[in-house]
């Protein structure tokens, strides 16, 4: 990937050891200790994760990070050798801090018992980390083992993601496949229609959706109170590059899919220099816009603009000024939508929205080669 492309895994290393705002356990009151009540079922979880065109990633955030919540004893010493100081540094403070954990994690009803990795050494390192999981020698055995499978992917193109699903979503286990799901339209479209064969519970996401101020956008929405959705826009910080979009431009799609619904008719996308504007247009509602490279937020990663008739509402994912704190919030959601779909089986984001993420990205990139003319989402669908 170019150099200039940041992860958010990548800004957290160079963001000041997460800054002011972080708040170390020392500085919080005392909490009292809460009852906990033991669950009917503790699902085990497996964790895969993919790589960048066959490159490990060694200390994937998306396994690493996002994993957490299902977990009950992580290594912390493991965690300040193995990851960047930014990264260790939040695991303590926000993570792990018995104080911040949304009387929630970690959950109750699952663990992580296996971890696969095409590198084993990657895998042995997450094990070391994670305490009890056992690296899996295949995919096969790893989904012998397991009631459920969770794939991510910090940085990676998704070329991978079908072979290292696919095991699982045949023996009909409930799946996470993280974003870019299958990286080609028809790739993500065959993950899908696996998982419906073999009735697997199939979850695809962006934390963008798991937002705080994203819930009460949608609530906002669900009320009627504040008139027709008029427009979106979603924004993200970070320089645009045209194979940065493929993976990271996922993100403010998935906010713009979330807020506005499937049905996006056509795309034109205009870029120059390190940004990047995309029009989503469809037939029957009000358009949206992602911008991607805003220059402005960097303190906060993204910003999103709501706007009905009668009001409007922006959010970053901060909780109360706090980045981090809300970023451990959306990861928390996140993880707690896939436990919900493991004691449900339904469904978190309906199949549609998953696919159209992904046309959306491919259309855009056609718009850009084609003079930013308007592309139906039907000429990437076919």
């Not at 396994?63 to 919540?69: I, N, R």
């Not at 504007?277 to 816009?289: C, F, G, Q, S, V």
Request: net charge negative; proline share 6%; charged share 20%.
């Amino acid at each position: 990937m170019p150099s200039d492309v940041a992860s958010r895994r990548q800004w957290l290393a160079t963001a000041g050891v997460l800054g002011a705002s972080a708040l170390a356990a020392s500085e919080l009151p005392a909490q009292e200790a809460k009852p906990v009540t033991q669950p009917d079922k503790v699902f085990r979880l497996g964790v895969i994760s993919a790589s960048i065109e066959g490159k490990p990633q060694r200390t994937n955030g998306h396994t690493w990070h996002f994993c957490h919540p299902f977990h009950d004893k992580i290594d912390l010493d493991v965690v300040k050798k193995a990851l960047d100081p930014g990264s260790a540094k939040l695991f303590e403070t926000h993570f792990r801090n018995p104080q911040l954990n949304f009387d929630q994690i970690p959950f109750a009803n699952t663990r992580i018992t296996h971890v696969y990795d095409a590198d084993p050494a990657s895998a042995a390192l997450f094990a070391s980390a994670y305490q009890g999981v056992q690296v899996a020698p295949s995919l096969e055995k790893l989904v012998q083992e397991v009631d459920a499978v969770w794939l991510g992917d910090a940085s990676g193109t998704g070329s991978d993601h079908f072979d290292l699903v696919a095991p699982a979503l045949e023996k009909g286990l409930p799946t996470f496949c993280d974003k870019p799901i299958g990286g080609t339209v028809a790739k993500t479209r065959q993950i899908i229609e696996l998982a419906k064969k073999n009735h697997a519970p199939l979850m695809s996401s962006s934390l963008f959706r798991h937002q705080w101020g994203t819930a009460e956008a949608l609530r906002m929405k669900a009320s009627g109170e504040f008139g027709n959705l008029q427009f979106v826009q979603a924004s993200q910080a970070g320089g645009w590059t045209l194979p940065s979009w493929f993976i990271y431009g996922q993100h403010p799609v998935w906010m713009a899919e979330t807020l506005c619904g499937a049905g996006v008719d056509a795309v034109s996308m205009y870029a120059r220099e390190n940004t990047c504007h995309a029009l989503l247009t469809y037939r029957d509602r009000m358009p949206a816009e992602v911008w991607y490279g805003r220059p402005d937020i960097g303190e906060f990663y993204c910003e999103t603009r709501i706007h009905f008739q009668k009001k409007s509402y922006a959010w970053t994912p901060a909780i109360e000024g706090n980045y981090w704190l809300g970023h451990s919030y959306q990861i928390m959601r996140m993880a707690a939508a896939f436990r919900d779909m493991l004691v449900t089986r339904i469904e978190p984001v309906p199949h549609a929205e998953i696919l159209e993420v992904t046309a959306i990205i491919h259309a855009a990139a056609k718009s850009l080669a084609e003079k930013s003319r308007l592309v139906g989402l039907q000429e990437v669908l076919e």
